[in-house]
């Protein structure tokens, strides 16, 4: 069973940082597309950053304009576990961050029906 799991989302000020995790299990996901997709109350799930596989041991990162410069997404194959390293955080980024992946190798997407798998989020509040 595929499985994907986030962590690390909390209650953080202005300015901070954090980082969050997704374990993913069930399956291979080193050449699979992965990302991170957002949602705040009222408005639609959108997309954050993702990952592609380039071949060999080489991915391809791809950022919502939003972000500017203050995310980094990166992952760990041998450990499966995707990350979303989050600086300069402001109000605005307060959301339910969601981790999600394709099932099959190919160039990445910021679309959310292009993912397959879904982990259920880990809330991000950022104070003021």
């Known amino acids: 069973q595929v499985q994907l799991v986030e962590s690390g989302g909390g209650l953080v000020q202005a300015g901070d940082s954090l980082r969050l995790s997704c374990a993913a299990s069930g399956r291979t996901f080193s050449n699979l597309p992965m990302g991170w997709f957002r949602q705040s109350p009222g408005k639609e799930r959108e997309f954050v950053a993702g990952?592609?596989?380039?071949?060999?041991?080489?991915?391809?990162?791809y950022y919502a304009a939003f972000v500017k410069g203050r995310f980094t997404i990166f992952r760990d194959s041998a450990k499966n576990t995707l990350y979303l390293r989050m600086n300069s955080l402001s109000p605005e980024d307060s959301a339910v961050y969601y981790c999600?992946?394709?099932?099959?190798?190919?160039?990445?997407?910021?679309?959310?029906?292009?993912?397959?798998?879904w982990g259920k989020g880990t809330l991000v509040t950022v104070s003021s």
């Open positions: 999600a992946a394709g099932s099959s190798s190919g160039p990445g997407t910021t679309r959310v029906g292009d993912m397959d798998y």
């Open positions: 990952t592609s596989w380039s071949g060999g041991r080489t991915y391809s990162a």
